[in-house]
């Protein structure tokens, strides 16, 4: 059987997407009645972290937890990756004694490498370049308050980083319009942006990018490894705060969203994660239950 990989939300067809979709809202309703579903046993995930985590360290723990499997943390501390071990090396080793690999890190180049020598599947759980479990979580929330976001437009208000260029796929996977606002000298990848000119624009002034959206998503000004960049990206970024005045220019149904951890005073102001527009806490939430989806459907398969 080929195994599958989770690097991009290309990875996956537009219906399987669909369906991690709605079985992510099936297992959150079934762990809320209390069912078990301990799929995963005698299953093990194993997970590198080569960047600090809160959100997806406990997600894909419990997730495993709740499946009935097991999860084993690896730093660069602990591993022979922190020595030099090729990673080609460490992919042949691993895939040799757990059921799947978790990869949070900087280089995309690291995870694609990983996955080329894996004989188990392999997830980007962060890179920086995408960020494709989030989108998950993301695209799960807006369903769950609004119903399908097939046709709807999305405003991207920031740094064209790792979670830009994912919702640059989304608006693909998704069929949705993006609008993205970064200030010049800071959009995304200029060949993702080329493939997907059908479904995105740049619009420089933030206000004009969210008229109309019914969603509204941002992310941090500096990403981790850009924190000596904080000083200069705050004076580029000053105008791209939201805030409910921002938001009041959106579509009176629209939705905000942010993968968090946030900046309060900068990317958003101090009382937009209190918003009654903001779903940032069932988005975080969500994370726990896409991924599961995500490892039932890599590790067992759809109909589980």
Not at 103 to 110: D, G, V, Y
Request: proline letters at 4%.
């Amino acid at each position: 059987m080929t195994v599958r990989h989770f690097l991009t939300l290309s990875d996956l067809s537009r219906d399987e997407l669909g369906y991690l979709i709605q079985r992510a809202i099936e297992l959150k309703t079934m762990l809320r009645n209390g069912q078990r579903h301990e799929v995963l046993q005698g299953k093990s995930l194993g997970m590198i972290f080569e960047k600090a985590s809160t959100r997806t360290r406990l997600s894909f723990e419990v997730a495993m937890t709740q499946f009935g499997g097991a999860s084993i943390f690896l730093s660069p501390r602990d591993t022979q990756l922190g020595r030099g071990e090729p990673i080609e090396d460490s992919a042949r080793v691993m895939s040799r004694m757990v059921d799947a690999v978790m990869i949070r890190t900087f280089a995309h180049a690291t995870v694609e490498t990983f996955a080329a020598h894996s004989s188990v599947p392999v997830i980007n759980a962060l890179t920086d370049e995408f960020h494709p479990c989030q989108l998950l979580a993301d695209i799960q929330t807006y369903v769950e308050h609004r119903g399908s976001i097939q046709g709807k437009r999305v405003a991207w208000v920031g740094d064209g980083n790792n979670m830009c260029n994912s919702y640059i796929e989304a608006a693909q996977q998704f069929d949705f319009e993006l609008v993205l606002s970064c200030p010049e000298g800071f959009d995304p990848d200029a060949a993702l942006l080329a493939r997907h000119s059908d479904r995105v624009r740049i619009e420089r002034d933030p206000r004009q990018a969210v008229a109309g959206a019914h969603l509204v998503v941002t992310d941090v000004w500096a990403s981790m490894g850009q924190e000596e960049e904080q000083a200069a990206r705050v004076a580029a970024f000053r105008d791209f705060q939201v805030s409910p005045a921002l938001m009041d220019r959106a579509d009176p149904q629209a939705l905000f969203m942010h993968c968090l951890p946030a900046h309060r005073g900068e990317e958003i102001s101090h009382d937009m994660l209190d918003d009654p527009r903001s779903v940032v806490w069932d988005e975080a939430e969500n994370r726990l239950h896409a991924q599961k989806a995500l490892l039932e459907f890599l590790l067992v398969g759809d109909g589980a």
